[in-house]
Structure formats: C-alpha cells, structure tokens
C-alpha cells in the first residue's frame, strides 16, 4: 500500500518504466528451489522523482548473479541516469 501511494503521488519506479510488461523479482528465497523455477518477488526499487525520471537511460536486475554459489538472496539492481 505504501508503494503504490508513493508511485500515485508521481515518483517513477525506474525497473518498471524500462520493463512495463515483464515480470522482474529481486529476490529468490532459497526454500523450495524459489530461483530455479523464478518464483521471486519484488523487494528492491529505486524511484525517481519529476526531475530525474527524464534522465533515466537503463536499468536491470543482474539476475544471474542469485544464481551463483554462495550467492545472496537478493540480485543487484541498478540503473543508469544521463548527465
């Protein structure tokens, strides 16, 4: 509830803005083999205000990482804004 009223009052949830239709998770719990049948959630965002959402130029969730050994649960997420 809190995101949405965030992403209402106009902040800009960056991954969604680039991957509008793609299903994107953060985070693979290691129980039940959550990454290995993509059953993630969504637990890292980075929002953008008025202001920087224009200069917004990629972003990804660098989801092979969760995939290795030793590896956190969550992938890294980041983005890139032009100058």
Partial sequence: MAYKQLVDSGWTDAIRQLYSHERIYTFWDYLRNAYGRDAGLRLDH??????????????KVD??????????????????LSD
């Fill in 63 to 80: 989801k092979a990482v969760r995939g290795w050994e030793h590896s956190s649960d969550h992938a890294p997420v980041w983005i890139e």
């Fill in 46 to 59: 980075f929002l953008l205000n008025d202001i920087l959402k224009d200069r917004l130029k990629s972003a």
